[in-house]
Nanobody
């Protein structure tokens, strides 16, 4: 299983970026949930959003109203539209996919994509 994240970059405060994360090699597994986490320099990795296969999504409080996550289940891809970006959103963003196969759940991580927001 591979998760390929893309879409990071550098923007000024107030700008927007759209991240994508595609899961491949999942075979007959289902993907109940896909998530985004981020890790700023010197800080622990933190949860940003989780999207269920139904489309139901939960967000970190500090990104509510600014970030929107969505999924394309046919492509096993999750997106993160980030608007009104703030310098405190600067971090490496990681995607995570929860796969279910034969009743077992396994989590996989993507390689991370850098998001830098300048003031």
């Amino acid at each position: 299983v591979q998760l390929q994240a893309s879409g990071g970059g550098s923007v000024q405060a107030g700008g927007s970026l759209r991240l994508s994360c595609a899961a491949s090699g999942i075979g007959s597994s289902s993907v109940p949930a896909m998530s985004w986490y981020r890790q700023a320099p010197g800080k622990q990795r933190e949860f940003v959003t989780i999207t269920q296969s139904s489309g139901a999504t939960i967000y970190l409080d500090s990104v509510k109203g600014r970030f929107t996550a969505s999924r394309d289940n046919a492509k096993n891809t999750v997106y993160l539209q980030m608007n009104s970006l703030k310098p405190e959103d600067t971090a490496v963003y990681y995607c995570n996919a929860e796969l279910r196969r034969l009743g077992a759940l396994t989590n996989y991580w993507g390689q991370g994509t850098q998001v830098t927001v300048s003031s």
